[in-house]
């Protein structure tokens, strides 16, 4: 065999070195300036990033995970309520439910979509009992008062919104979106108008949404970073005070709040590489395209699926992730051959270890798990190139076995 330049699972080094001068040029401001923590870089960001989702505010924060935590806490999640998201995600959604005082209640996904199912949200709610106290459905692991849902686009695909935010506000239940994975990423009512009906970002939709910049997302810093969107001036106002120590001036604490800022050395990277987002999610969607036609070419009728992406979505592939049934063997044989790729998520989170005593049996989640043993990444980045897709799928197609296919579907 001969030896082939490896393929990348994500491409880290060009988009850096492509910038490295703007970069270079953002950090000697910062760094004349020596304003380090909060100033006109973080200001100018957070209207940016606003106005970029169609937000009416954004706070940033110093991760994912900052804004996901302070996110619940602004909207009023507190000890004792009950939360409920999904398992097939990244661990952060269920530890900053956990560390917003609050306990994780898990629904399922959709076989399709792979986010959390309309279907089996109303059907779990419907099944709760009624807290005669607050009106509110009590969590049937937990016997908690919920108070909010928390939607993952994962992948870069956004939930199905208009049915999620019907069924949370039958139940006055709030909604915020874990939009980490998801920049951009768009939905359109299914009930609009197919021609003119418009489309509208990730970070609009719920009382509020929290945006990871770590490297690796679609809008990465060169370190850690995160934000908060929102319609919701009272949330903007608390997610700030949290943010900085529970100050809305120095030394007058409201609240009791967290050191959780965003760096102006991060903002002023992330402004820079903004500018640049809609042309590398332009290069995603392309990519991904490729990918679905060479998969159809290449391997219709084996045990391999493409995503799927309805017409009211417009995915910005955050990862591109396939299904196959014999998972294993392709992973090996790509790693033999150079061809990187990665899985998300391997166990899912009421599986997982430090999560045992919450109880849920394996098999409590079909679909959550199903999907969990079959899902693949392939090489996702802006600067993938068409050969380079070629070689990801001749090579597995080199290695699946025809004629079964993955999961029920
Ligand atoms: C990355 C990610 C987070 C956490 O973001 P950090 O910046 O790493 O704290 C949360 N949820 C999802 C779905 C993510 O992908």
Known sequence: MTVQTPVPFLDLMTPHRELEEE??????QALRSAAFIGGPEVDAFEREFA?????SHCVGVGSGTDALRFALLACGVAAGDAVVTVAHTFVATAEAISQAGAVTEFVDIDERTWNMSPDALAAYLSACDVDERTGRPLGRRTGKPIKAVVPVHLYGQMADMDRLSAIAARYGLLIVEDACQAHGAEYRSPSSNQDTGTWRRAGSFGRAAAFSFYPGKNLGACGEAGAITTNDEAVA??????????????????????????????????????????QWTALRRDAARRYNDLLERMLTGSAVAAPFEPEWSRAVYHLYVIRVADRERVVRHLTSCGV?????YPIPLHLQDCYRTWAYPSGSLPVTERVASEVLSLPMSPTLTAEQQERVVSEIEACVGYGSTPGAR
């Open 340 to 344: 990187h790729t990665g899985l998300h």
């Open 237 to 278: 106002r608390t997610a700030r005070m949290l943010r900085d120590h529970g100050q809305v001036r120095k030394y007058y604490h409201e609240v009791e709040g967290y050191n959780g800022r965003l760096d102006a050395i991060q903002a002023a990277f992330l402004r820079v590489k903004l500018k640049h987002l809609e």
């Open 51 to 55: 106005a970029y989702c169609g937000a």
């Open 23 to 28: 970069l270079v040029g953002a950090l000697r």
